[in-house]
């Protein structure tokens, strides 16, 4: 059976997650309305993983709808995609980088999501033309580095992805081409079952580095299924890049954070960054942790990290760029712009006195 056999079984209805999940006949008509605004999908393989004796699973956090998401507090474009985004698909926000939101579709929606807003829709934001965007890319020489995104790229069909690296492996003043991807995760069959993708993959990673930058939160996804998918890609000269999301309930404890990290480097995945949770709408109440108590929890997770694995940074990816939360000065708290949207705001540090459960930084806290 091919990949998309398999995701045509993904749990998509609420009646169809009771096969998996005892539910009250409350909890059933409260996913129903949730479903409504934001849809439920998930992969067999991923929602096995839940222990249904544990009403407080990581996993089941990640994959199954609650009452929560109806709190619209927040924003659903927290980082300024649609200010960046410079054509239908095509967002240009560092200098060096141009992002492209090749697809909406996702094996797995996962309850955090950022792109809550896109979830489901056939959204004008996707990809059509994909020489409209290497012809961009191609006219802007400060271009270093491109990621290909969604949804998840790896949920195009293997000959879309060949020719995104046909044409972008061609353009002089690419350094190496990323795909944002969390089937390692939520389905490993992705990559384990499709030997074109793996070969084509290796072929292109000759031309231009290759990078595949996926979401591990919690020890309890790095099955044995997972790393097997991990190791395909090693195996074919793809670099496997890990970003972290800190989700309360999920991953906000130290040794759960460093067990983690430690892990993932024990299996050849480079940790990347741990990211503060956006205040997304259905999500930034829900998933958040306050700045103060995330640092916290990120500090001693580094104590129980080996030198490997705390390499990582701790950032949020705010509107103006990535800010590095790096520590406290008396009683304020002090940040630095890892990368920057603006010029004058490059490597700039500053400090915030920071609110009773602030866990976002607003524009006031930024000026100079």
Known sequence: MSWKDSLKSNIHSVDSLRDFLPMSE????????????????????????????DPH??????????????????????????QNTK???????????????????????????FRKRLVGTSSNETLSFIKD????????????NVLITGGDAFLLETDLIESYLKELTEIPHLDFIR??????????????????????????????RIYVVTQFNHPKELTDEAIGAVSKLLEHNVIVNNQ??????????????????????????????IFQCRPVKGVKNQFQVPLDQAFDIVK?????????SKRLKFCMSHETGKIEI????????LFKYHQSKYPENHGRIFSVDLKPNQAWLESDDIQS
């Open 26 to 53: 409350e909890e059933v008509l409260s996913y129903r309305k949730i479903a409504k605004k934001f849809p439920i999908s998930s992969t067999q393989y991923y929602l096995n993983l839940i222990d249904i004796d």
């Open 57 to 82: 699973d990581p996993i089941r956090k990640m994959a199954i709808p609650t009452i929560s998401e109806f709190d619209m507090d927040g924003t659903f474009d927290t980082s300024g995609e649609s």
């Open 87 to 113: 054509m239908k698909g095509l967002q240009h926000k560092y200098e060096q980088t141009a992002l492209l939101l090749s697809t909406n579709k996702c094996a797995m929606y996962c309850r955090h999501c």
């Open 133 to 144: 965007a290497v012809s961009y890319i191609q006219s802007h020489e400060t271009i270093n």
């Open 179 to 208: 795909f944002g991807t969390r089937t390692p995760v939520v389905f490993p069959e992705r990559i384990t079952s499709d030997l074109k993708l793996l070969e084509l993959l290796k072929k292109y990673s000759e031309k231009k």
């Open 244 to 273: 972290t999301v800190l989700l309360k309930g999920v991953n906000d404890h130290p040794k759960t954070l460093s067990d983690l990290q430690n892990r993932l480097v024990k299996h050849g995945i480079v940790p990347y960054y």
């Open 300 to 308: 001693n997770a580094r104590k129980l990290m080996n030198g490997h």
């Open 326 to 333: 790096i520590g406290r000065y008396q009683s304020e708290m």
